[in-house]
C-alpha cells in the first residue's frame, strides 16, 4: 500500500477515526494502532507478517533478559546475539543471492567452478529499517539509555508503527517508546505539521520525483551512450534531484501522518543540497541513517578519540557499511567507500588548513565577510558536485553502465535531447527550495492551524486535487522500498 | 517545524503536580483537534470523489470481477458520467492540459511565451500610467 493512493487514503481515514475513537483506552488504541501496522505490512505480502514477528520477539526478549540480569558478561552475550540474530536475518534475505554471485564469479576466475546453493530470495520490504529499528533498541536497553519494555504490545508497535515500516525514518526507542506511556495527544500543532508534512511529501513525490524519473532519469540511465554530455548532467542533477524529492517526500507523508496520530517522528531531511562539506551533508540527507550509523557503528568503533589513523578508518568503515546496507551490489559498496574516503579526505584537508590559518586568528570586516561567503558558495558547489559524481555509481545498474555514463561526458557537440524547460524547470524549482528560510515549513504550519475546518479541508483537499490532477499517471513505487 | 509538537510535549513534562490541568486541557484540545481534522478529512474525499471521479472509476476497475465488484464498477462510472456531465472534471482536464502544454514546450516557445508576458506587463504598466495611444511616432 503506497502513500499516494487511493486505498492509503481509506486506510488513513479508517485508523484516524477508530485510533482516536479508543484514546480513552490508550491499550486498545495501541491495539489499534498495531493491528492497522500489521495490516499495512501484510498488505505487501503476508507471509512475511511472521518474519516481522519474529524479529521484534528476539528484540523483546533480549530487552527482557538485559533487564534481569546485572552480569556484564552475561549482558554483553544477551545483545551480541540479539544484533547477530538480527543481522543475520537481514543478511541473508538481502545478502544470500549477492554473496553467492560474487563467490561464484571470484571461483570462477581462479579456475575453480562449483555448483553452489542459489536460491531465489524474495527481499522483504522494509527489512533494512525494522531490524536497524530492533538493534537501536536492545542496544538503548543495554547501554540504559531506555528501560527494557514489559508490554509485547509496545515494542511491537515501536518495531511496525505503519508510516515509518517500510521506508523509515529510522525510529529511535529512547524517543518513541516514552510516546507511547503518555496519554495520546493532538493539537492544533499536530494538526498544522501534519498537514503541511503530507501535502509538501505528495507533491515532492508526485509531481518532482515522478516527473524527473519518468522523462529523463529512467531513459538518460537506461543507454548512456545514446545521449548527449549536457543530458547526462541534466540527468544526473536530475537524479539528484528526484532521489531527494522522492525519499524526502515518503519522510515527509511518514512524520506528517505519524503526527496526525499524535506522535512525533524526528527530522529525517534539511536541505542537504545547501551543505558546504561532505560532513554537513551527511548531517541534512537521512539524518535517522546517520545518526543511527554514528550511535551504533563509528562511536562503538572508536569514533574521533583513538587518534587520526583510527578516526579515518572508522569513518570509511562506517560509510562503507552504510552503501551495503543501501543494497546488495557492488555498486552501493563504491557509493559508501567513495563517500568514507572523501569524508576522510575531507578531514586531513580541514585540519591541515586550519593549522596553516586557523579560523579564529582571521580579522573581521568586509573582504574577511566576502572571503567566507565566497569559500561557502564554492563549498556548496563543490560539495554537490561530488555527492552528484557519487549518485552516478548508486543510480547506475553496473559499473559498465557508471563507467559510460562518465565516459559520455565527452560528448558536448552532440544535440540535447532531454533539456526541456519542463525539465530544467522542475530541476530549478526543487534546488531553490534548498535555499528557502528554513522555517518556511513552520511559517506554514502555524497559519494552518489556525484555520476553521472547512478552509482546512478545501486546503488540503484541494492540494491533494491539486497534485493528483497534473501528476503523471500510475503511482511509481518510492526508492528506498528496494533497502 | 517538528519543535511545534515539541512545544506541546514539553508542557505535558512539566511535572505531576501540573499534570491534572495540563491534562484536563489536552484532553479537551484533543476532542477539539480530532473533531476539526475529521471534518477536513471528509471535505478532502468529498472534493476528490467530485473533482477526481475519474481516477475514482480507473481505480475500481482494478478489483477484478464478481457481483459486489460488478456493481461497485457500474456505480463510479455513473457517478463520473454525471460529474463529467455537471462540469466538475474541467477543472482536471485544464490543470492536466496545462501541464501537457508546459511538458511539451521547447526552449523558443518558452522564450516567446517570456516575451508575450513581458510585452503585457509592459502594456499593462502604460495603461496604470494613463497613457491611452499607441508609443510616440
Not at chain 1, 544470500?96 to 554471485?101: E, K, P
Not at chain 1, 519518468?214 to 548527449?228: G, N
Request: glycine letters at 10%.
Amino acid at each position: 500500500m503506497l502513500f499516494p493512493t487511493i486505498e492509503f487514503g481509506i486506510f488513513f481515514l479508517i485508523v484516524f477515526t477508530v485510533s482516536w475513537a479508543a484514546r480513552w483506552t490508550p491499550h486498545w488504541r495501541k491495539l489499534v494502532l498495531l493491528a492497522a501496522s500489521y495490516f499495512f505490512y501484510g498488505w505487501w505480502d503476508w507471509r512475511f507478517m511472521g518474519l516481522l514477528l519474529v524479529s521484534t520477539l528476539i528484540n523483546y526478549t533480549a530487552g527482557l533478559g538485559l533487564a534481569r540480569t546485572t552480569h556484564p558478561v552475561l549482558r554483553k552475550l544477551i545483545v551480541t546475539l540479539a544484533v547477530t540474530g538480527g543481522l543475520a536475518i537481514l543478511g541473508f534475505f538481502k545478502y544470500y543471492g549477492f554473496f553467492l554471485t560474487s563467490l561464484s564469479t571470484l571461483l570462477e576466475m581462479a579456475g575453480l567452478e562449483r555448483d553452489l546453493p542459489f536460491m531465489q530470495v524474495i527481499l522483504p520490504v522494509g527489512i533494512s529499517f525494522f531490524t536497524f529499528q530492533g538493534i537501536s533498541y536492545v542496544v538503548d536497553v543495554y547501554r540504559g539509555h531506555v528501560r527494557a519494555e514489559r508490554s509485547l504490545a509496545n515494542v511491537m508497535l515501536y518495531i511496525s508503527f505503519f508510516p515509518q515500516l517500510v521506508a523509515g525514518p529510522i525510529v529511535r526507542a529512547a524517543d518513541f517508546l516514552p510516546q507511547l506511556h503518555r496519554a495520546p495527544v493532538l493539537t492544533r500543532a499536530h494538526v498544522g505539521v501534519g498537514t503541511v508534512l503530507i501535502l509538501s511529501g505528495l507533491a515532492k513525490k508526485m509531481l518532482i520525483a515522478n516527473y524527473l524519473a519518468t522523462e529523463l532519469v529512467d531513459p538518460v540511465f537506461f543507454d548512456p551512450t545514446a545521449v548527449s554530455a549536457l543530458d547526462l548532467l541534466i540527468g544526473v542533477y536530475g537524479y539528484a534531484i528526484q532521489i531527494y524529492c522522492d525519499f524526502s517526500g515518503y519522510s515527509d507523508i511518514a512524520i506528517g501522518v505519524a503526527a496526525l496520530l499524535g506522535y512525533r517522528f524526528l527530522e529525517n531531511f534539511n536541505q542537504p543540497y545547501r551543505a558546504a562539506s561532505l560532513q554537513d551533508f551527511w548531517r541534512r540527507w537521512h539524518i535517522s541513517l546517520s545518526t543511527w550509523l554514528r550511535d551504533y557503528l563509528y562511536k562503538p568503533l572508536g569514533g574521533n578519540r583513538q587518534g587520526e589513523a583510527r578516526t579515518y578508518r572508522n569513518l570509511f568503515l562506517t560509510m562503507f557499511l552504510g552503501g551495503i546496507w543501501h543494497g546488495a551490489a557492488w555498486t552501493f559498496v563504491f557509493w559508501g567507500a567513495f563517500h568514507g574516503a572523501m569524508l576522510g579526505i575531507e578531514r586531513y584537508v580541514r585540519r591541515r588548513l586550519d593549522e596553516f590559518a586557523p579560523p579564529n586568528s582571521e580579522a573581521g570586516g568586509i573582504a574577511s565577510a566576502i572571503g567566507h561567503g565566497a569559500q561557502h558558495i564554492v563549498g556548496v558547489f563543490w560539495t554537490f558536485h561530488l555527492v552528484c559524481f557519487a549518485w552516478i555509481f548508486f543510480r547506475a545498474d553496473s559499473f559498465s553502465t557508471a563507467g559510460s555514463y562518465l565516459a559520455g561526458f565527452a560528448r558536448w557537440s552532440d544535440p540535447s535531447q532531454y533539456a526541456t524547460p519542463f525539465l530544467v524547470g522542475l530541476i530549478a524549482i526543487a534546488m531553490i527550495f534548498q535555499f528557502t528560510p528554513r522555517d518556511l515549513g513552520r511559517w506554514l504550519a502555524q497559519g494552518l492551524q489556525w484555520l476553521p475546518s472547512p478552509i482546512l479541508g478545501l486546503i488540503l483537499g484541494g492540494g491533494i486535487w491539486l497534485i493528483w490532477a497534473v501528476a503523471p499517471e500510475g503511482v511509481a513505487p518510492f526508492i528506498y522500498f528496494q533497502f | 517545524m517538528l519543535d511545534l509538537i515539541r512545544e506541546i510535549e514539553t508542557d505535558l513534562e512539566d511535572g505531576w503536580e501540573a499534570a491534572s490541568r495540563v491534562e484536563l486541557q489536552t484532553a479537551e484540545h484533543t476532542r477539539r483537534a480530532v473533531a476539526r481534522f475529521t471534518r477536513a478529512l471528509w471535505i478532502t474525499l468529498a472534493i476528490m470523489l467530485v473533482f477526481n471521479s475519474e481516477r475514482l472509476v480507473t481505480w475500481v476497475n482494478g478489483f477484478g470481477v464478481g457481483p459486489v465488484q460488478d456493481t461497485v464498477v457500474a456505480l463510479s462510472v455513473a457517478w463520473n458520467e454525471r460529474m463529467l456531465a455537471s462540469g466538475f472534471t474541467e477543472p482536471s482536464l485544464a490543470a492536466r492540459g496545462k501541464v501537457d502544454e508546459l511538458r511539451g514546450a521547447s526552449w523558443a516557445e518558452f522564450e516567446l511565451r517570456v516575451d508575450s508576458e513581458r510585452a503585457r506587463a509592459r502594456e499593462g504598466a502604460r495603461l496604470l500610467r494613463g497613457g491611452l495611444g499607441g508609443g510616440p511616432g
